[in-house]
Each structure stands twice: as C-alpha cells, then as structure tokens.
C-alpha cells in the first residue's frame, strides 16, 4: 500500500519529518502526568525506562537499514540519535564530537525536556536525568554496539542553575566492557507487526540524498534528501512512537488491570498537540476539508499498511489491520471511544466534532460541524504545557563532523 505521506511535496516533506520527531517527544509529556497520578512518581520512572528500553533498540536497527547506515562506532550512534523521537532537533539540540570510531562526545545546548521538568523540582530533574538516562541511553546505543556505554561528564540538577550546556555525555566503545542486553519486553517486542513492517523502498535514481551513508553531520537538512527517502523517515518515525506506545502499554499493564484509561488519555493529548501542529506546518485548510488531511497524515493512521483506513467525502474508514493487533493507538478509537479523533478535527476548529459508526475495530468516522466551539481535553491542554508545544524550528546548515585525531 503506498504511503499516505506520498501524497505530499519534497519541501511539505522536509517541513513535517521535525514535526514528527518533536510529536514523538511528547507522547511522554502526555502520558506520564496520568501516570504520576495513578501510580506515583517513582512507578512514572520505571515505566518511562521499561517504554524507552523496549522501543528504542528496535526502531534504531529499523532507521538503519532504511537509509543504510548501519554499522558498529559511535558515528552510527551518533546518526541514530538524529532520527530518534527521543532526541528531536533543536528541541534536544546534541552537538557531536568524534575522536575515533569507538570513543565520541556529545552535549545538549538545549534540552526541551529538561526545560519542562525543571520548574518541577529536582526529584523530576534526577529521574529524568539519572534514573531514566543511565539505562536507557545504553538501550538505544546497544542497537549499534552492545558493548557501548553512554556516562556523564556532567548533567542536572544544574550547578549553577544556568549551567550551559545543559549535559555532557562520552560514548565509549570497548571490548573489555560488559555487554548489554535486550529487556524482556524488547525481546517481546521484536515479534510485534510494527517491528517487522515492510515499508516502501527508497528510489536511489531520485533528487536528493537517498541514504545517510558517508560523514556524521552536525544537523540534518531533510531538505537534502529525496521524495522517497522523506517519505520511508516518516513512515519510520511514525512506527517508532507506535513500539513506543507499544512498549507504554506493556509497562502500564503491569501496573493496572485495565490500561486502556490511561493509554487513551496518552492519545488525546498527543492526538490533539500533534494534529495542531502538523496542520500549522503544512498550511492546510479549516473546515472539514483540513480535519479530514490532518488526520490522513497523523501518527495515530500511519504507516498506511499498518493501520488500515480509506478516505471518502467527508468521513474516514477505519478496518481491521496489523495495527489493530498489535493493540496500537487506533485499537483505543472507535464508535465507544471518539476522544482522540475529536482532539484531531478540533485542532483544527474547535467547531468540529466526530460521528463513528460501526464496530469496535471496523468503524467509519464522519466529521460534522456544530455551531459552538467545544473546549479543549483536559489531556492535551496537559501535554500543551511542555515547551514542545510552542516550540519553532530554525534552518541550520549540514556540516560534516570530521574525527578530531
């Protein structure tokens, strides 16, 4: 099936790829606030490190292949974090250095997430900082190597309080180190349809760069690749907030004998800040029109042969499909559960709401205008909180990160 990302231009492309990434970042900002709530701050932490350690390895061997960069050095690494929802650019502003392809540096200049925990208080600021980095950073990079370890050379509660950069971190890559292992729930993970989803391939004779082969560099111009290679990194970065959500579930149920509360309010708040913003950066029309194209290139319905779904005038029909059993986010939508599709549409007007009919997992949602504008979700005027929700990204030129001996 092709990509409904297809459908867009090279340069509407390179607008949304940041897009997605920054989307990516804060499905956390939407889900953990309920989870505080629910199970308490430290249960939070241990659920955002069992999410992270059961995606991240997964999605990172996906983003390899796909524009064939694979390898075992920090320059892979490296690459890797500038395709991750973890690190979206600017907003998790990494600056590199290379000094040999088993030993490298990076910092951030700026961190989002840090700038949305620190006004909570230093307990938020070392479980995010500590509790949470120290395993998951080694997850991600133990896609490229098992035997890198990410340490910090310095990193918050910041002292002073101004301190720049914000971290500094060593990615050192040794034989002598022990190796590290997959968790249970990557493992289980790695038999998802979402892990194993065959996307459409990119076509080398195209304009553009169709790989991130050759030299690290310093930010990615995604305006440099081509048609095709946009459109596979955005089917990809819309799977890994999929395996994230998927290992989000798998963690929350341990916790709760019926996760479907909190992973549906995890939906509406992203649905709705991400809906908001793919609709500003792509300049699409109001109305019913805009509703119905913001929600073909929404997260929550793509890949297109992951979740199943067809477009007729004024309505959108979802069917059963490999996203529905895996659980993903659209098993939480249909006619008994309309929340995340309205925060789509009302993104766009506030006016708009959803009628779905159907059944559980075969349904089709027609948008309706009404004559008073509805207020917004308790939950996605909690993920409007980050600074994500606001945040502008700055052209940047793509300079090669050459080793420094």
Not at 35 to 48: K, Q, V
Not at 304 to 331: E, F, K
């Amino acid at each position: 099936m092709q990509s409904r990302y297809a459908t867009l231009t090279r340069p509407r492309l390179a607008a949304l790829l940041p897009e997605l990434l920054l989307a990516g970042q804060l499905i956390d900002r939407s889900a953990m606030a309920w989870c505080i709530s629910s199970f308490g701050r430290e249960e939070m932490t241990r659920i955002a490190i069992e999410e992270w350690m059961a995606a991240s390895p997964i999605y990172t061997r996906r983003m390899q292949r796909a524009l064939d960069y694979s390898g075992d050095d920090v320059v892979t690494i490296f690459k890797g974090l500038q395709l991750d929802i973890g690190a979206p650019p600017q907003f998790m502003d990494f600056r590199y250095t290379v000094h040999d392809p088993w030993y490298g540096e990076f910092q951030l200049d700026h961190c989002g997430a840090l700038m949305d925990v620190e006004p909570m208080g230093e307990r938020y600021v070392r479980a995010m900082c500590h509790d949470i980095e120290n395993p998951t950073f080694d997850a991600t990079a133990v896609a490229t190597n098992p035997k890198a370890q990410v340490r910090p050379l310095h990193r918050p509660p910041r002292t002073p309080a101004d301190r720049q950069p914000h971290c500094a971190w060593t990615v050192i890559i040794d034989d002598a180190h022990p190796p590290v292992s997959p968790s249970q729930d990557c493992l289980a993970l790695r038999e998802s349809r979402a892990a194993n989803l065959e996307l459409s391939a990119i076509d080398p004779a195209e304009d553009g760069r169709g790989d991130y082969t050759g030299p690290l560099l310093s930010d990615l111009d995604f305006a440099d690749f081509s048609t095709s290679a946009l459109v596979r990194m955005a089917d990809e970065v819309c799977l890994q907030m999929h395996l994230l959500n998927l290992g989000f579930v798998r963690a929350v149920a341990r916790r709760t004998d019926d996760p479907r509360e909190i992973c549906t309010k995890q939906l509406v708040g992203i649905a709705g800040l991400a809906a908001e913003r793919i609709h500003r950066v792509l300049d699409l029309p109001g109305g019913v029109e805009g509703a119905l194209r913001v929600l073909e290139l929404h997260p929550l319905l793509n890949p297109a042969n992951y979740v199943v779904a067809s477009q007729d005038s004024g309505s959108i029909t979802v069917r059963p499909g490999p996203a529905h059993a895996d659980g993903a986010w659209i098993s939480l939508c249909g006619p008994g559960s309309t929340a995340p599709l309205q925060a789509v549409v009302r993104a766009v007007d506030p006016r708009l709401d959803v009628v779905v009919e159907g059944t559980e997992d075969s349904w089709t949602a027609r948008i309706i205008r009404g004559e008073e504008p509805a207020d917004e979700f308790d939950e996605v005027a909690v993920t409007r909180i980050s600074t994500g929700s606001n945040f502008t990204f700055q052209p940047r030129k793509s300079i090669p990160i050459m080793p420094v001996r």
